[in-house]
């Protein structure tokens, strides 16, 4: 298996024009923007893409044009989530022919699947690509599905490519189980903080982060990672609380929210596609006000 | 900080000599301070009399060497007010609240809970914030902001989401309001809380393994990582051993280390022979014999 090591992974929105198309010539700036402000991978289309608003076909054509425009700076990472196995399956098998670095996937959406059906699930998906495959684990963004530690230490002994997860779940008892047992079993498996809350994760021993705040404070996002991975953990205390601030400010709204702040920083990637809405007038002030509250968001860069 | 578990006789009553021995082995072995009787201290399974007669022997036993708080969560909030004026009244250092059980109380219900708590004793109050076993129920950031502003006595949390997001809302609201409330975490969850402002933890595996758990404490405080991440990997590793029906578990590998403390009480069960035998193999296995005292 070919070793990627992700590091500080930037996960960019999809913009739409207001016909509700993907709005492909803001998507390549928003692209080099991500790139030329601390991005290590790009990981797209993730949840804050929308990838669920996607067809099939966006969503391959989006990958396309995504790995045509990064070229050979980055290395490009694609979400493969789906419901079904087999659609997630050919989803990875596309995604290793457009020329990706890796693909991610989390559990099936709407079904409430027993810890088998997932063993099921991720063989389904890894197996259909050589490329390395990171599990995701956002129990609140999947109604409580979790992934748990005895269920990766059965997929490294099933799948040669699972590499590592992406741990959006927060939740420090499973991270240290996780990584008593698994770089053990699995040389250089990674676990990557799945935001921007990466103290934490990188004192049990997490190596990457995604960060979908990155569209909107790229500066304080590196400033965390870099100093998290230098083992600086007291020192970073103060734009970790910052950027966590800046998270709790964005998550009430959600991609709209996101979406809303990235307008406010000059880089305007339009509004959510159905049925998420736009943020209402008082939930979009209370959203301005509070990035005025945060002091290091007045360093970060201003338009394209 | 080490919150003793509760010794039994085989009939289950109380075991005073024991407990004695068990609070004075915590104070040599390093312990900072002494909480009593957290759940592991199988609290709900004890009678109001029997709550205030050990806590009696704690504050006596330790006689200011360290630090004494009284863990005063009870079912009705009435006996906790009664604890907590008992706790005052026999010298104790302080006392620790969970949020009210059962009720799934709202946030005004908590807040209208801490304040009649902190309001009728002088002690500094310690709140205890575990949602995962209490249905969601939580202590809000800002919840936690209005209370240190309203409260002089409102001292510290326990924090036992073991969650970034929650422990990062909780920090950041409290330690901007008053910047030496205490943030510790309910078990030894020391590596990932210490860089966000955690000033220590209760412990869990205290009564088996005293040096590892000072150990974890002093390479976070140095910021020695690669060191304190493989202590904390042992010491959660005994916590995921003993987390099952807790502490029952625990006594059981306290037998293991020559320092026996008779049955669980029931509901929980007492570990059998074989689940001790198990944990032998763990605690061999993590060479805790070769690294912790035997015996008392």
């Known amino acids: 298996m070919p070793v990627l090591t992700p590091g500080l992974v930037h996960t960019p929105v999809t913009p739409f024009s207001h016909d ?10 928003l692209l080099d923007f991500h790139v030329a402000n601390g991005a290590q991978s790009l990981a797209l289309p993730m949840h804050i893409g929308e990838s669920v608003s996607l067809t099939d076909g966006e969503r391959r054509a989006l990958l396309e044009f995504a790995i045509a ?19 997630a399956a050919a989803l990875a098998r596309h995604a290793e022919k457009a020329g990706a670095a890796a693909v991610i996937a989390t559990t099936p959406y709407y079904w409430t699947p027993p810890a088998t059906m997932l063993i099921e699930h991720f063989i389904a998906i890894g197996a259909a690509t050589a490329l390395p495959f990171f599990i995701y684990n956002a129990p609140e963004e999947m109604r409580g599905a979790r992934i748990t530690a005895d269920l990766c230490r059965e997929l490294i ?13 927060l939740d420090w008892q499973f991270m240290i189980e996780l990584m008593t047992d698994a770089p053990r079993l699995r040389p250089g498996f990674q676990l990557i903080s799945g935001t921007e809350l990466m103290v934490s994760p990188a004192a049990i021993g997490a190596t990457g982060m995604f960060a979908p705040l990155a569209a909107i404070a790229p500066r304080m996002v590196r400033e965390l990672y870099d100093l998290c ?24 709204g959600g991609v709209a929210g996101l979406k809303a702040a990235m307008r406010v920083m000059g880089r305007d990637c339009g509004e959510p596609r159905a049925p998420v809405l736009a943020l209402e007038a008082v939930s979009l002030q209370r959203l301005v006000s509070e990035l005025e509250a945060i002091a290091l968001l007045r360093f970060e860069p201003r338009g394209w | 900080m080490q919150s003793p578990v509760t010794p039994f006789t085989d009939d289950f009553s109380l075991d005073l000599p024991t407990f004695e021995r068990l609070l004075d082995f915590h104070v040599r072995t390093g312990a900072t301070a002494i909480s009593w009787p957290h759940h592991k201290g199988e609290s709900l399974s004890l009678t109001i009399a029997e709550r205030k007669l050990f806590a009696e022997a704690a504050v006596r036993v330790v006689n200011g060497r360290i630090p004494v708080t009284i863990h005063v969560s009870a079912l009705a909030v009435e006996d906790t007010m009664e604890l907590a004026r008992h706790a005052q009244k026999i010298g104790a250092d302080g006392i620790l609240a969970i949020t009210p059980y059962f009720w799934t109380p709202s946030l005004p219900a908590i807040e209208a809970y801490f304040v009649r708590l902190c309001s009728a004793i002088e002690l ?52 901007s309001s008053r910047p030496d409330f205490a943030l510790l975490t309910g078990v030894e969850y020391l590596l990932p809380s210490i860089p966000l402002g955690g000033v220590g933890s209760y412990s869990a595996a205290g009564s088996i393994c005293p040096n590892l758990c000072s150990q974890l404490y002093h390479a976070c405080m140095q910021a020695d990582w690669p060191r304190a991440r493989e202590l904390q990997y042992k010491v959660s590793w005994l916590w995921l051993l003993f987390r099952d029906q807790y502490p029952s578990s625990l006594k059981g590998g306290m037998v293991m280390m020559g320092r026996p403390v008779g049955p669980t009480r029931p509901p929980l069960p007492t570990a059998s022979k074989q689940r001790q035998s198990h944990i032998r193999s763990e605690l061999e296995r993590l060479g805790i014999f070769d690294s912790e005292p035997h015996g008392w």
């Open chain 2, 124 to 175: 500094p109050v310690l709140s205890y914030n575990s949602p995962s076993y209490l249905a969601g129920v939580e202590i809000t950031g800002a919840l936690m902001s209005r209370l240190i502003e309203r409260l002089p006595n409102f001292a510290g949390v326990k924090e036992a989401s073991f969650n970034s997001e929650k422990f990062l809302e909780i920090s950041r609201a409290a330690l």
């Open chain 1, 157 to 169: 002994a099933k799948l040669p490519n699972f590499a590592g997860l992406v741990d959006l779940s």
């Open chain 1, 229 to 252: 991975r230098a083992e600086k953990l007291f020192e970073a205390r103060t734009v970790q609380e910052q950027l966590a601030a800046l998270r709790q400010s964005i998550k009430l």
């Open chain 1, 20 to 29: 509700g198309g993907i709005a492909l010539e803001v998507y390549g700036k």
């Open chain 1, 69 to 87: 425009r990064i070229g050979d700076r980055i290395p490009v990472l694609a979400h493969v989530s789906e419901s079904g196995s087999a659609i």
